[in-house]
């Protein structure tokens, strides 16, 4: 796995390095199925949200994103593409809506972040090289 942090101290990284872990984190995600929660804070307001990422054969992506607190809040995408969305969401995404493919280029991101590795760690019993952004 891939750690992303922000406002620590670390060593500067070669842009090369960063866009070969990069790539390689978007690589898994074409190929690889997860499922996982995560915090998202904008303007000091914070909201838990499930997702869950499946590759089925054939390639095609299965996406569920849920908002874990307050008002009940889904939107369920097949390879990239709004299938169904409820809650407040609704207002802001419409079903069938295509959602821009994400490429993570190192180069593009060091235009607006300093991006530093902090070493190494250790996630869910799992390996993980660590990036401040």
């Known amino acids: ?5 922000s406002g620590l101290l670390a060593l500067p990284v070669h842009a090369s390095e960063v866009q070969d872990l990069l790539g390689r984190l978007a690589e898994a995600e074409r190929q690889q199925s997860f499922q996982g929660t995560f915090i998202y ?5 914070f909201s838990s949200h499930a997702v869950w990422h499946k590759v089925e054969d054939g390639g095609q992506v299965r996406e569920r994103l849920l908002q874990l607190d307050g008002p009940a809040q889904e939107v369920l995408k097949v390879d990239g ?14 079903e069938g809506q295509t959602w821009p ?4 280029d190192a180069d593009q991101l060091s235009n607006w972040y300093d991006i530093r590795v902090v070493g190494q760690s250790r996630i869910a019993d799992r390996s993980a090289v660590v990036l401040v952004l």
């Open 41 to 45: 804070e904008r303007n000091g307001s």
């Open 81 to 94: 593409q709004t299938q169904c969305v409820s809650g407040a969401l609704v207002d802001q995404v419409s």
């Open 101 to 104: 493919a994400r490429h993570l």
């Open 1 to 5: 796995p891939l750690c992303l942090l």
